[in-house]
T-cell receptor, first 119, second 117 residues
Framework: AQKVTQAQTEISVVEKEDVTLDCVYE???????LFWYKQPPSGELVFLIR??????QNEISGRYSWNFQKSTSSFNFTITASQVVDSAVYFCALSEAEYSGGGADGLTFGKGTHLIIQP | ETGVTQTPRHLVMGMTNKKSLKCEQH?????MYWYKQSAKKPLELMFV???????ENNSVPSRFSPECPNSSHLFLHLHTLQPEDSALYLCASSQETLAGGPTDTQYFGPGTRLTVL
């Protein structure tokens, strides 16, 4: 069965520090997507990135970067020079082709990592 | 800006009340979802609608009743809820194909914070 593990329940760093959020996934499928979402205190999940299982290139978007490694089934997220506005709960999620049968299906979410950036 | 709206944002109801949550997506998507987020638990999928047809009911109690009149609107009707149903209810939408493949990016609304007394 598919599974997403975010072992870090809470991380607290001082502003301007770099911080990495870990995500480890389990799947028997060869075709899948991985996602990261941000949930600020307001509650809305904000989409950050989608990564296709066939694309292992790392991605950088401003201060955000993602490291996808199929060999270790990990999809880690790094924030460089963190800011107070980065404080939120971050979720890693997985969707698979085989078990969805094509079409719509729920995403499998990790439990989330609460990131606190202190000024 | 995700283009998915939910009303109301906050709801307090008694165990004998009947209420409805509304979700509307302005993204032209063909699939919509209800998730439940309780404290200290992962997001739980409740219902999936694909092309307005319900394709999944994740063993949700019958006191929760979904309705999808068209591809842009999704409702969750609530009746005789229990205090443990208090949670954040999130609606999402995505654009899916019939050809198969993993479920694509889901865009979420701000959620309805429900408290059952």
């Amino acid at each position: 069965a598919q599974k997403v593990t975010q072992a870090q329940t809470e991380i607290s760093v001082v502003e301007k520090e770099d911080v990495t959020l870990d995500c480890v996934y389990e799947t028997r499928d060869t075709t899948y997507y991985l996602f990261w979402y941000k949930q600020p205190p307001s509650g809305e999940l904000v989409f950050l990135i989608r990564r296709n299982s066939f694309d292992e290139q790392n991605e950088i978007s401003g201060r955000y970067s993602w490291n996808f490694q199929k060999s270790t089934s990990s999809f880690n997220f790094t924030i460089t020079a963190s800011q107070v506005v980065d404080s939120a709960v971050y979720f890693c999620a997985l969707s698979e082709a085989e078990y969805s049968g094509g079409g719509a299906d729920g995403l499998t979410f990790g439990k989330g990592t609460h990131l606190i950036i202190q000024p | 800006e995700t283009g998915v709206t939910q009303t109301p944002r906050h709801l307090v109801m008694g165990m004998t009340n009947k209420k409805s949550l509304k979700c509307e997506q302005h993204l032209g998507h063909n699939a919509m979802y209800w998730y439940k987020q309780s404290a200290k638990k992962p997001l739980e999928l409740m219902f999936v609608y694909n092309f307005k047809e319900q394709t999944e009911n994740n063993s949700v109690p019958s006191r929760f009743s979904p309705e999808c009149p068209n591809s842009s609107h999704l409702f969750l009707h609530l009746h005789t809820l229990q205090p443990e149903d208090s949670a954040l209810y999130l609606c999402a939408s995505s654009q899916e194909t019939l050809a198969g493949g993993p479920t694509d990016t889901q865009y979420f609304g701000p959620g309805t914070r429900l408290t059952v007394l």
